[in-house]
């Protein structure tokens, strides 16, 4: 292919050889829009860094995933800011705990939207971390059976999918053994399969108020520079029985989306993160870029590299942007 026989302008000529031609496709029926619920009523509090979300009461998320639901998205993922904090997270699995309640008015009031839960720890320990603490030190073994209460309470009040983000070993096994033996064997589990010890999650930690009080959270995450420690995340949680694969974040890790897209045949979904969105809002705010176009453009990489599904704070913009187009 060399010029002048080859000239690869030529399919780029119009705007219908650019569309027959066009490799990859964004649709709205790709994403999922995370939402903050917590409790009270008509409460809607603005998270500064991330414009346009909300901490939501029941009564206003449900109005928020209509309108989700009737822009054609077709899932919300639910993340809880509980009243109390603890050692042990009790309001991570309490029957009438926020997520809980949110997923039983989710269930009967809006139609054709599939709920996922998020199923973690660190929205509701006293100190931050995705797990028990003892002596100072993240137990593993001593999580799991906390995060597989919080996985079935979440589909006891209707859940239909839950998505483990603790990134504990042999959560994904214990989770699933937990709904199998409850008659919960069609519930899917979406598991953060690699999730990176990420700097953008900062807003995302204001948001639901659940930074570490002491140390990081590099004893579970993921070490940035790893991705061949990815494939063994991945290849283990898929053996344990998870039903789609989750990269996160998904803008600084296309090469992991890509890598995992070789190697695993489950659908995979990548987590475009808060930084992400927030990093892209703040430069559009100072007219430093045209945010729409940057959104656009990172959702179609994310997709490029190999995502089937895009968790994003902009699912709502970008539903509007596709159905304009
Ligand atoms: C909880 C969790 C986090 C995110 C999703 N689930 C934060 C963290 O690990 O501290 C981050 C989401 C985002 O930044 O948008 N473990």
Not at 274 to 295: N, Q, T
């Amino acid at each position: 292919m060399f010029f002048p026989d080859y000239r690869a302008r030529r399919l780029r000529q119009s705007e219908n050889f650019r569309r027959m031609i066009r490799e990859t496709t964004l649709s709205v029926d790709d994403l999922i829009l995370p939402l903050f619920s917590v409790g009270g009523k008509g409460v809607k509090n603005p998270i500064p860094s991330m414009p346009g979300h909300f901490q939501l009461s029941v009564d206003k998320i449900v109005k928020e995933a209509i309108v989700a639901r009737d822009l054609g998205i077709p899932a919300v993922m639910l993340f809880g800011i509980p009243d109390k904090k603890d050692a042990l997270a009790t309001s991570a699995y309490a029957k009438n705990g926020i997520v809980q309640k949110t997923v039983r008015a989710l269930k009967d009031k809006v139609k054709d939207l599939a709920v996922i839960t998020d199923v973690c720890l660190c929205e509701y320990t006293d100190h931050g971390h995705c797990g028990v603490v003892q002596d100072g030190i993240i137990n593993n073994d001593a999580t799991l059976d906390l995060l597989a209460r919080t996985a079935l309470s979440h589909a006891q009040a209707g859940a239909d999918m839950v998505a483990p983000s603790d990134m504990m070993d042999g959560r994904v096994a214990e989770i699933r053994d937990a709904l199998d033996e409850n008659g919960f064997e069609s519930v899917p589990i979406m598991s953060y399969a690699a999730k990176y010890c990420s700097a953008f999650y900062y807003p995302f930690r204001q948001a639901v108020e659940s930074a570490p009080k002491f140390g990081d959270r590099r004893t579970y995450q993921m070490d940035p520079a790893n991705s061949l420690e990815a494939i063994r995340e991945v290849t283990m949680d898929v053996e344990e029985g998870a039903d789609i694969i989750m990269i996160k974040p998904a803008r600084a890790y296309l090469d992991i989306i890509c890598r995992v897209r070789e190697e695993i045949d489950l659908p995979v979904a990548a987590y475009n993160v808060s930084g992400e969105f927030a990093m892209i809002k703040a430069a559009d705010k100072l007219g430093w870029l045209d945010g729409s176009k940057v959104m656009m453009e990172s959702l179609i990489a994310i997709k490029r590299a190999g995502a089937d599904i895009i968790l994003t704070y902009f699912a709502k913009e970008a539903a509007k942007k596709l159905r304009q187009d």
